[in-house]
């Protein structure tokens, strides 16, 4: 039988874990990632609870163990667009590019 994962959204007071396995993918897989394990591991507490005032994590574990995480950029403004993908009756549709992920075997 094969296992489903579990996927939660992390808060800030989460922010052990999002470090943990950010920096178990940064030993890894550096090259893949834009950071390094040198950089990151130095990062106190508050550098990665700022972290959250711009990104949303998730983390999906298998039987109790995280298996990967996902960040996505969560964007405030219009940055000075214009609105191509707005409908007459005042919804957008909104395109999401997801940022790396890593899963652990």
């Given at each position: 039988?094969?296992?489903i994962p579990v996927v939660e959204l992390l808060t800030p007071d989460?922010?052990?874990c999002v470090r943990a396995i950010r920096l178990r993918a940064?030993?890894?897989s550096g090259h893949a990632f834009g950071g390094t394990f040198e950089a990151e591991s130095a990062e106190d507490?508050?550098?990665w609870r700022l972290k959250f005032e711009k990104n949303d994590f998730l983390i999906a574990s298998v039987d109790g163990?995280?298996?990967a995480m996902l960040y996505i950029e969560v964007l405030?403004?219009?940055f000075g667009g214009r609105c191509e993908n707005?409908?007459?009756d005042g919804t957008i549709t909104i395109e999401m590019n997801f940022l790396p992920v890593?899963?652990?075997p």
């Open positions: 039988m094969t296992a989460q922010w052990e940064l030993e890894d507490e508050a550098t163990v995280d298996a405030k403004g219009d707005c409908s007459g890593k899963v652990f």
